[in-house]
């Protein structure tokens, strides 16, 4: 895909944008909790961890396909909806791949690594004010 606006010498990096710090939830709370985490915090997803390990993502888009959609109790695990696997880049790797990788694969949530941890995550919001930025129009 190059159909999206390029500067010439990109220097902006996922790190630049990324939202930190991660907020996560176990696989075993329930879909009600996860969804009032999200509410609390004001956030469009959580990462899902198993044993202290990222394993997964649990985003609004779940929640309206997969729970409303499918009739789901709020009891059950968040694991019955989370998404897997996760969507990983490296905090140096530019934020225009990262912009393409989401158009490509149809995702709203990149999970941003250093040195194999997760760090942060860029989700579209952080990738508009990217291109706000790039076009001289900051917030």
Do not use: C
């Not at 140096?92 to 990788?101: C, M």
């Amino acid at each position: 895909m190059s159909a999206l606006p390029q500067p010439e010498n990109p220097k902006e990096k996922l790190g630049d944008f990324m939202t930190t710090p991660v907020k996560s939830v176990d696989v075993n709370e329930s879909i009600q909790e996860a969804a009032k985490q999200m509410d609390a915090k004001n956030i469009s997803a959580l990462i899902t961890t198993e044993n202290g390990k990222h394993i997964g993502i649990v985003t609004e888009r779940d929640f309206t396909r997969k729970v409303v959609g499918e009739g789901r109790s709020l009891s059950d695990p968040i694991s019955t909806i989370m998404s897997t696997p996760l969507y990983t880049m490296d905090a140096n790797q530019h934020i225009f791949e990262a912009v393409e990788f989401m158009t490509d694969n149809n995702t709203r949530h990149i999970t941003v690594t250093e040195n194999g941890e997760v760090v942060g995550i860029l989700t579209i919001k952080n990738t508009f004010s990217y291109y706000m930025k790039l076009f001289g129009l900051e917030l």
